[in-house]
């Protein structure tokens, strides 16, 4: 893994970041690229600076003598440097780019104004895949969704069900997500990020019916461990 790319800075969506950059350190590799809202430069900092939370962990790794052998032993020199991710920290509209890829980013309703909140679509070799962040519905999505070869949309509702006050328009149900990704031109539809008591067999039957009410290609919810090629 050589870049992290976030879309909020939500638990759920962040909680393993200190364990990958760790491991990543640990291993030798070199920095990860991290892009993402502001303030991940602050969050990384309180967990990797000179009094962040592993300050403890990485100065017994760096200073103790045992310690400086095994990393010598496993082929590093010292000093050995504590984890230094290279963040850059992005704003919607912001691309990023590497080597046969890009992507472009926007706004999308969530949880705004504590957190800054973004979908993204990847483009590489001809072919797109946007992924929604945890979002509402809304104009500067679907344009980033606009003929992707697939996009994976956050589904925090069934339809039919009630909408806690306030909350209706930033959780679209599966047939609202599929609507908005056959206005879009969508070739492919994947939902993310059941709940409990979304994730049962009777439910996403449900919510496949639901999609395939509004929208004529393939359709899936999304589950671990899956790999999709497209």
């Known amino acids: 893994i050589t870049h992290l790319v ?4 939500h638990s759920d969506h962040m909680m393993d970041y200190a364990r990958l950059v760790h491991a990543a ?42 310690s400086q052998e095994v990393w010598l032993a496993r082929g590093g020199s010292l000093p050995r440097p504590w984890p230094r991710p290279e963040i850059t ?10 080597e046969g890829w890009r992507i472009e980013s926007c706004t999308v309703p969530h949880a705004q104004p504590i957190l800054d909140c973004f ?9 797109s895949f946007v992924y929604s962040g945890d979002a509402g519905l809304c104009a500067p999505l679907r344009a980033l969704a606009q003929d992707a070869d697939l996009l994976l949309h956050w589904c925090y509702r069934l339809d039919g069900e009630a909408a806690p006050a306030g909350m209706a328009a ?4 599966p047939s609202e ?14 939902l993310t990020h059941f709940r409990a008591h979304m994730d049962s067999d009777a439910n996403i039957a449900a919510a496949l019916a639901a999609m395939r009410g509004a929208f004529d290609g393939p359709v899936s919810v999304a589950e671990d461990l899956e790999v999709h090629t497209i």
């Open 119 to 127: 979908g993204f679509a990847l483009s590489s070799g001809g072919r």
């Open 170 to 173: 930033v959780t679209p149900t």
């Open 89 to 98: 920290e992005i704003a919607a509209g912001d691309r990023i780019e590497g």
């Open 25 to 66: 350190w640990d291993a030798g590799a070199p920095p990860l690229k991290v892009h993402g809202p502001a303030p991940i430069a602050e969050v990384t900092r309180r967990l990797f600076g000179p009094e962040g939370a592993f300050a403890f962990d990485l100065h017994a790794r760096t200073d103790l003598k045992p």
């Open 6 to 9: 976030f879309s909020h800075l």
């Open 177 to 190: 997500i599929a609507a908005m990704a056959a206005e879009a031109g969508v070739k492919r539809l994947m």
